[in-house]
Structures are given as structure tokens and as C-alpha cells.
């Protein structure tokens, strides 16, 4: 069974960071484009940070600067370390697996910056 969970979401001041944890099982890890994405309440999902096999990282342009997508193989994880976080950041926050056909999601997780 495939399995991916999210961690590290919360309330956050303006400015202030947090980091994202999610934990994969149930799949060859190694073999997989990661990435992040976030809903926001009424808003369709959207992309984040991917971390590619074979074209490495990228960003949305509205994290640039900010966010870092990264990932440890060793532990079946990858993470987003959010830095200078804006209201606008405010959504729930899925991680994502892909590679071919096969496309996995987590449960997500919530992130909330006040205004």
C-alpha cells in the first residue's frame, strides 16, 4: 500500500518559517519526482516546488527565494522549508509522487499565516 504523509504544517506569524516533512512508503522512493503543491480555500491546487529526477528543482514564482524543496533518500522523505512567510501562503499543502503513469498524494497538511 502506498502511503504518503505529510508533517510540519501549523499557524505561523508573517515572516516566520516552518518546514514540511513527507514520509513515503509503499514504493520505490528512489525512482520518483517528488514535489509539493497547496490548495488554498475555494482556489484550484497548484504547484509548489518539484524535486525532478532528471531536471532537478524548481519553483513556483511565488516562492522563489523563499521556499527549498529537498529530499532524503535515505529516509523516504522530502521536504519544504518555507522561509518569510506571507497570508498568502495560507492553504493546505500536499506532497506529491510521480514517475510515468503512477501518481501519488498525501492527505495534506495545513498551513495558516494570519494577516
Known amino acids: 500500500q502506498v502511503q504518503l504523509v505529510e508533517s510540519g504544517g501549523g499557524l505561523v506569524q508573517p515572516g516566520g518559517s516552518l518546514r514540511l516533512a513527507c514520509v513515503v512508503s509503499?514504493?520505490?522512493?528512489?525512482?520518483?519526482?517528488m514535489g509539493w503543491y497547496r490548495q488554498a480555500p475555494g482556489k484550484q491546487r497548484d504547484f509548489v516546488a518539484r524535486?525532478?529526477?532528471?531536471?532537478?528543482?524548481g519553483y513556483a514564482d511565488s516562492v522563489k527565494g523563499r521556499f527549498t524543496i529537498s529530499r532524503d533518500n535515505a529516509k523516504n522523505t522530502v521536504y519544504l522549508q518555507m522561509n518569510s512567510l506571507k497570508q498568502a501562503d495560507t492553504a493546505v499543502y500536499y506532497c506529491?509522487?510521480?514517475?510515468?503513469?503512477?501518481?501519488?498524494w498525501g492527505q495534506g497538511t495545513q498551513v495558516t499565516v494570519p494577516s
Open positions: 506529491n509522487a510521480a514517475v510515468l503513469k503512477f501518481d501519488y
Open positions: 509503499g514504493i520505490n522512493f528512489n525512482t520518483y519526482n
Open positions: 524535486m525532478s529526477l532528471r531536471s532537478g528543482t
